[in-house]
């Protein structure tokens, strides 16, 4: 299943609600559009909720990064909401894990943002 | 499956990529392997058939990509081979170096290699081919699972 992505505004923080895959091709392009597309209109806190995502490739592990650099470089935050095992794993044997912030509940996570 | 040998040839495009990883995702499963195995085996051979896609082939419509399996009495045996320029070892960079933690690519050899027990690259000026090797366990050859 290609990536489908939803945003909602909750306190200020942009959740960006993710389902399905992240790969090279369509899946990542999505991803890329999304932030892009909330960083243009100034909503720098960026909360990417991949607990329905249940599978990412190496480009879809760049995309993540890309995001969080991109997201960092304008003087915004991008963290992690929800990871599945498949996906924390991946994070984990990449070194990303400690890269990223990454949350496991939402209420919490929103309040981590400044 | 066991002793028995079969390819594809692939055109060089996404689609490629796809349907690379689906077949071995439902050989890994005809073969025993666990879940967790399955979606390693299918990851890694997606990542090696996005280099052959991208960085071999680079799309050319000319071009293309050689899918193999094969089940030796002890291993799965996948087998991608690409026609482009051969793949330049020295330039696979190191992604859990710090200086690359950030980067946006280069993590795809290095998955590969984290999924299968044991991989073979060979660049040669008409291509790359790349081994993935993962050891069958608890089987017989007919399949079944061993008695312990």
Not at chain 1, 10 to 26: P, Q, Y
Not at chain 2, 22 to 29: K, L, P
């Given at each position: 299943?290609?990536?489908?992505?939803?945003?909602?505004?909750?306190?200020?923080?942009?959740?960006?609600?993710?389902?399905?895959?992240?790969?090279?091709?369509?899946?990542?392009?999505?991803?890329?559009?999304?932030?892009?597309?909330?960083?243009?209109?100034?909503?720098?806190?960026?909360?990417?909720?991949?607990?329905?995502?249940?599978?990412?490739?190496?480009?879809?592990?760049?995309?993540?990064?890309?995001?969080?650099?991109?997201?960092?470089?304008?003087?915004?935050?991008?963290?992690?909401?929800?990871?599945?095992?498949?996906?924390?794993?991946?994070?984990?044997?990449?070194?990303?894990?400690?890269?990223?912030?990454?949350?496991?509940?939402?209420?919490?996570?929103?309040?981590?943002?400044? | 499956?066991?002793?028995?040998?079969?390819?594809?040839?692939?055109?060089?495009?996404?689609?490629?990529?796809?349907?690379?990883?689906?077949?071995?995702?439902?050989?890994?499963?005809?073969?025993g392997f666990d879940e967790d195995e399955v979606m390693q085996i299918a990851m890694a051979v997606r990542e090696a058939a996005v280099n052959a896609v991208l960085h071999g082939?680079?799309?050319?419509?000319?071009?293309?990509?050689?899918l193999e399996f094969e089940r030796t009495s002890s291993d799965l045996v996948i087998t991608i081979r690409d026609q482009g320029k051969g793949m330049d070892m020295a330039r696979?960079?190191?992604?859990?170096?710090?200086?690359?933690?950030?980067?946006?690519?280069?993590r795809g050899i290095f998955l590969i290699r984290s999924f299968m027990d044991d991989v073979k690259i060979h660049p040669s000026s008409t291509g790359t081919e790349i081994k993935?090797?993962?050891?069958?366990?608890?089987?017989?050859?007919?399949?079944?699972?061993?008695?312990?």
């Amino acid at each position: 299943m290609n990536l489908k992505v939803s945003t909602r505004q909750v306190d200020g923080v942009s959740i960006v609600d993710c389902s399905g895959r992240i790969t090279l091709g369509e899946g990542s392009v999505v991803l890329r559009d999304t932030v892009k597309d909330l960083l243009s209109k100034g909503q720098k806190k960026i909360l990417l909720n991949l607990g329905d995502v249940n599978y990412i490739d190496s480009s879809g592990i760049g995309e993540l990064v890309s995001a969080y650099t991109t997201a960092k470089n304008q003087g915004g935050e991008l963290k992690l909401l929800k990871l599945t095992k498949k996906v924390h794993d991946l994070l984990q044997i990449t070194k990303l894990y400690t890269v990223f912030e990454v949350k496991d509940d939402e209420a919490a996570a929103v309040k981590s943002f400044r | 499956m066991a002793g028995d040998r079969f390819s594809y040839n692939l055109d060089s495009t996404l689609e490629t990529v796809d349907k690379a990883e689906q077949t071995a995702s439902r050989i890994a499963s005809e073969n025993g392997f666990d879940e967790d195995e399955v979606m390693q085996i299918a990851m890694a051979v997606r990542e090696a058939a996005v280099n052959a896609v991208l960085h071999g082939n680079a799309y050319d419509p000319g071009k293309k990509v050689e899918l193999e399996f094969e089940r030796t009495s002890s291993d799965l045996v996948i087998t991608i081979r690409d026609q482009g320029k051969g793949m330049d070892m020295a330039r696979i960079p190191d992604p859990l170096a710090p200086e690359n933690l950030l980067k946006t690519s280069g993590r795809g050899i290095f998955l590969i290699r984290s999924f299968m027990d044991d991989v073979k690259i060979h660049p040669s000026s008409t291509g790359t081919e790349i081994k993935l090797i993962k050891h069958v366990h608890g089987m017989t050859e007919g399949g079944k699972e061993a008695s312990q």
